[in-house]
C-alpha cells in the first residue's frame, strides 16, 4: 500500500480544488491554500463554490480532515512534502499569460522552505516557467539542493473533472531529477499500481486494476509543452469540424456524416469532431494565444494557431448571420436561449461562446430570455437584468412567446425537450440549434423550422414540397 504524502495545493480554483479532493481520495493529507479569506471560509463550511460531479460528496467526505483549507502558505510549505502550484495564469494583453501570480506564490514559498521540498507547477505556463520558478526561489536565499521544480500538467475537463483526474489517460511528471521524480511516482502510486481502483467506493470511470493509467517521465520542459501542445491540437479538431461544416452547408452535405466518417479511422478518431459555435472556456483560448505567443519569441512560426482562433471567431458570426436568415430582422425579436455556459455540466462562463453571442444578439436591439441550469448566477454578474436582457427559472419560461429558440450549451436535458409542449409555447416554430442535439427529420415532423450546423436547413414547408415532386 501506498504511504500517504503530505500535499499542498496553491489555489482552490477549478484545477486547484479538485486536485485537493482528489489527492484526499487517493489517500493523502492536503492543505488547500487561498489568500481569499472568503472562499477559505466557504470551503470549510461545505460550499464548493464550483459545479462539478462528485465534488461535493469528495469535499463532505474529507472536508476539515484529510483536506483542511487556509490562507496561510508559510505553515503549508513548512508542512508539506510537496506543493502544487494551481492558481490562475490569465491571459494578458499581448496574448502572454500572466505569470504574476505564479511568481508570487514561488516568493512565498521561499520565505518558508526548512527542508527538501518539491514544487510542482500545475496551472497552464509558458515552457520557461520551471526555470524562472527556480530562479525566483533562488533569488530570495534558497540554496539548489533545497528544492526541485515539477511540471505536472492537468487534462481535467470541466463537468467531469474528478473522473478525469482518478481515471486519466495519462499523468505527465516532468522533473529533472531522480529525487523529485520519485516523490511524484509515490504520490500516484493508488492510481498507477491500481491499488484505489479496487476500493469498493471508488470513483467510476475509465481505469481498473486490469487497465492502469501510464505515468509518463519526461524533461520539465517537455511536460510543460505536452500540455499546450494538447489543447492546441484538441481546439485545432474543432476549428477543423467547424470549417468542414461550413463547407457542407455550401454543398448541402451533412456534417454529421462527414465527421462519422472521418472518426472511425482510427489515426484520426471521433472526439472533437462535433461541429458547433465554437470553443471556449479558460483553457483553449488563453493556451493558444499564450503557445502561439511563446512560440514567436523562440522565433517559430505558429500561424496556423491563428487560424484556429480565426475560424472560432468567425463561428459565432456565423450563427448569428443563420438566426437572421431565419428571422429576416433582428430588432425587436424575442429569443429563447437556452445555455450560458461554455459547455453543458459547468457554471464556467468564461469565454463562453453562448455569453458572446448573447451580448451580440442584445447589440442587434433583441429581446433575451435565457435558461442556464447552472450558470445564471455568474452570467447575471456579467450581463444583469434589464429591459432586453431577462433570465428564465426553466425552458418553458424561456420559450413563451418566442420568435426563435437558440440551443447554445450541449446541456443533456436540452437535447431531450418537449417539443409538443415548445411549439405550443412559442409564437413561430424556429429552432436554431448550435449543437447539433436533434435530429432535422425529427424537427420537422414536430413542425419546427430547423437549422443547425453544416447541415441542410429543415422546414415543413420544404420538406412537402419535396414530397410533392
Known amino acids: 500500500m501506498a504511504e500517504a504524502v503530505q500535499i499542498a495545493v496553491v489555489g482552490s480554483g477549478y484545477v486547484g480544488l479538485v486536485a485537493a479532493v482528489c489527492f484526499a481520495e487517493m489517500g493523502h493529507s492536503v492543505i488547500c491554500v487561498d489568500n481569499d479569506e472568503s472562499k477559505v471560509a466557504a470551503l470549510q463550511g461545505g460550499d464548493t463554490l464550483i459545479h462539478e460531479n462528485h465534488l461535493p460528496e469528495l469535499l463532505e467526505r474529507y472536508r476539515n480532515t484529510r483536506v483542511r483549507f487556509m490562507t496561510d502558505l508559510g505553515e503549508a510549505t513548512r508542512t508539506c512534502q510537496a506543493i502544487f502550484v494551481a492558481v490562475g495564469t490569465p491571459q494578458s494583453e499581448t496574448g502572454d499569460a500572466d505569470l504574476s501570480y505564479v511568481e508570487a506564490v514561488a516568493s512565498e514559498i521561499a520565505r518558508s522552505i526548512n527542508g527538501y521540498k518539491v514544487i510542482i507547477e500545475k496551472s497552464t505556463v509558458p515552457v520557461y516557467t520551471n526555470e524562472w520558478i527556480r530562479r525566483v526561489i533562488e533569488r530570495n536565499g534558497v540554496p539548489r539542493?533545497?528544492?526541485?521544480?515539477?511540471?505536472?500538467?492537468?487534462?481535467?475537463?470541466?463537468?467531469?473533472?474528478?473522473?478525469?483526474?482518478?481515471?486519466?489517460?495519462?499523468?505527465?511528471?516532468?522533473?529533472?531529477?531522480?529525487?523529485?521524480?520519485?516523490?511524484?511516482?509515490?504520490?500516484?502510486?493508488?492510481?498507477?499500481?491500481?491499488?484505489?481502483?479496487?476500493?469498493?467506493?471508488?470513483?467510476?470511470?475509465?481505469?481498473?486494476?486490469e487497465n492502469l493509467p501510464i505515468l509518463l517521465q519526461t524533461s520539465t520542459k517537455s511536460a510543460e509543452i505536452i500540455k499546450h501542445a494538447s489543447n492546441a491540437f484538441l481546439a485545432l479538431k474543432i476549428s477543423f469540424i467547424n470549417a468542414v461544416s461550413n463547407l457542407c452547408e455550401a454543398a448541402d452535405a451533412n456534417v454529421e456524416q462527414v465527421a462519422r466518417g472521418m472518426g472511425l479511422d482510427s489515426r484520426i478518431g471521433p472526439?472533437?469532431?462535433?461541429?458547433?459555435?465554437?470553443?471556449?472556456?479558460?483553457?483553449?483560448?488563453?493556451d493558444i494565444a499564450a503557445f502561439r505567443s511563446v512560440a514567436e519569441q523562440m522565433g517559430v512560426d505558429?500561424?496556423?494557431?491563428?487560424?484556429?482562433?480565426?475560424?472560432?471567431?468567425?463561428q459565432?458570426?456565423?450563427?448569428?448571420?443563420?438566426?437572421?436568415?431565419?428571422?429576416?430582422?433582428?430588432?425587436?425579436k424575442r429569443l429563447a436561449v437556452l445555455g450560458l455556459a461554455f459547455k453543458g455540466d459547468t457554471d464556467d462562463i468564461r469565454e463562453s461562446p453562448a455569453i458572446d453571442l448573447v451580448e451580440m444578439f442584445l447589440a442587434e436591439g433583441c429581446t433575451v430570455v435565457a435558461y442556464d441550469p447552472a450558470a445564471m448566477g455568474?452570467?447575471?454578474?456579467?450581463?444583469?437584468?434589464?429591459?432586453?436582457m431577462q433570465y428564465a427559472s426553466g425552458v418553458d419560461e424561456a420559450a413563451a412567446d418566442a420568435d426563435a429558440l437558440l440551443i447554445l450549451t450541449d446541456w443533456q436535458e436540452f437535447a431531450s425537450l418537449d417539443l409538443v409542449q415548445l411549439h405550443s409555447l412559442m409564437r413561430y416554430p424556429i429552432i436554431v440549434d448550435g449543437r447539433n442535439l436533434y435530429d432535422p427529420q425529427h424537427m420537422i415532423e414536430n413542425g419546427f423550422t430547423y437549422l443547425s450546423i453544416g447541415r441542410p436547413s429543415a422546414t415543413p414547408l420544404r420538406e412537402a414540397a419535396r414530397l410533392a415532386v
Do not use: M
Not at 486519466?168 to 491499488?195: C, H, K, W
Not at 455568474?378 to 432586453?388: L, V
Open 378 to 388: 455568474r452570467a447575471e454578474s456579467k450581463i444583469p437584468r434589464s429591459s432586453q
Open 316 to 332: 459565432k458570426k456565423r450563427f448569428l448571420s443563420k438566426v437572421r436568415s431565419a428571422l429576416w430582422t433582428l430588432r425587436g
Open 302 to 314: 505558429f500561424n496556423l494557431l491563428s487560424e484556429v482562433e480565426k475560424i472560432n471567431s468567425n
Open 271 to 286: 472526439k472533437f469532431l462535433r461541429p458547433g459555435i465554437g470553443y471556449g472556456g479558460s483553457c483553449f483560448p488563453k
Open 145 to 209: 539542493d533545497a528544492f526541485d521544480i515539477v511540471s505536472n500538467p492537468e487534462f481535467l475537463r470541466e463537468g467531469t473533472a474528478v473522473e478525469d483526474f482518478l481515471h486519466p489517460d495519462r499523468i505527465v511528471v516532468g522533473a529533472d531529477s531522480e529525487r523529485a521524480s520519485e516523490l511524484l511516482s509515490e504520490i500516484y502510486l493508488p492510481l498507477t499500481q491500481g491499488e484505489y481502483y479496487r476500493r469498493p467506493n471508488a470513483i467510476p470511470g475509465g481505469c481498473s486494476p
